[in-house]
């Protein structure tokens, strides 16, 4: 329908979307740092109500929280709607000198990530910075990314406070015993 | 096989793959600031050959190439060799205040970008950071993502010359003729 594509082609002054459903979304706002990590796999800070109608659209399978923060009422209830899996990891960042995150507990957040059947999965803690910097930049260990690489990525949402999450993943050496059945191919 | 599994899922120090055809690459060294825009679209500076085994699993259908360098040789060949499309917009970054990049440019740009049958797409400029900035602001625009999170994710891989660039996204309203048959299911 050549009315309907118009309409989809162009950028307006106002953003708004045809007028049809639960569609009408002026605006959408993604979750606080929100990024792709990899095919099937989104990065962000702790998702709230005004993510709904972009979350939405992802079409996710699964969310993993990094965080010992409870969902809200509001998110809890978003899940259920959606009817969307919940990973929740109630682990605490690296905190020097004496808060260290587990790579026991990294592992078996990554067996999750690397399970195609969570896909799409949107993996967060509460900034999108630290901890998620850190299950990601083990992530791109088992990819076989160059150091260089996973912390200039790390530092691109962290910004500060890199040195114990650098050395966290530098020296994750934890066996991640995911399904190679179920693997994402570009692993 | 319980030999090969137990192989890809651990981290051993050197990060050696398994000892077989032309896999054996001890360490992937993705492109400058290489990321993932959505399914299908990758972002980066300027690839070169020590990125060729890293580009090669992400088994790329097009590059998209926003500069006025031409490709040398050794890319030339790998493109040639991997059966990869290349689209070619010789454009300069704007740079005030003389120079403006020109929005018909990034339009047509978006056309090939959001048509599924070159995907996946690896769209890069020299850096990385200000044509492919501009381009996926105004790709963000069309998802119609906030300004805010449009201007931050910019900024992430920009951090400084951001203005131009920022003006050029917000005013972006050029019509993008993209084919509704062959869109990617995010837009």
Redesign the interface.
């Given at each position: 329908m050549a009315s309907e594509?118009s309409t989809?082609?162009?950028?307006t002054?106002t953003?708004t979307?045809p007028n049809n459903s639960d569609e009408e979304?002026?605006?959408?706002?993604?979750p606080l740092?929100?990024?792709?990590?990899?095919?099937g796999v989104y990065r962000s800070g702790h998702p709230n109500r005004k993510n709904f109608p972009f979350l939405k659209?992802?079409k996710l399978k699964s969310i993993m929280c990094l965080s010992s923060d409870e969902f809200n009422e509001e998110l809890s209830q978003f899940v259920k709607d959606q009817n969307i899996q919940i990973f929740h990891y109630k682990i605490d960042g690296n905190k020097e000198p004496f808060i260290e995150i587990e790579q026991k507990e990294i592992s078996n957040a990554l067996v999750k990530v690397l399970d195609i059947r969570n896909h799409p999965v949107l993996i967060h803690c509460n900034k999108g910075k630290h901890r998620i910097g850190c299950l990601v930049g083990c992530l791109r260990?088992?990819?076989?990314?160059?150091l260089?690489?996973i912390f200039?990525?790390y530092r691109?949402?962290a910004v500060t406070k890199v040195l114990a999450d650098q050395e966290f993943i530098e020296i994750?050496?934890?066996?991640?015993?995911?399904n190679?059945d179920f693997?994402p191919d570009?692993?």
């Open positions: 594509s989809n082609n162009s950028i002054s953003h979307l979304v002026k605006v959408m706002v993604p740092n929100f990024a792709m990590v990899a095919p659209k992802l260990k088992l990819q076989k990314w160059s260089t690489s200039h990525e691109r949402f994750f050496s934890e066996h991640v015993p995911y190679p693997k570009w692993l």
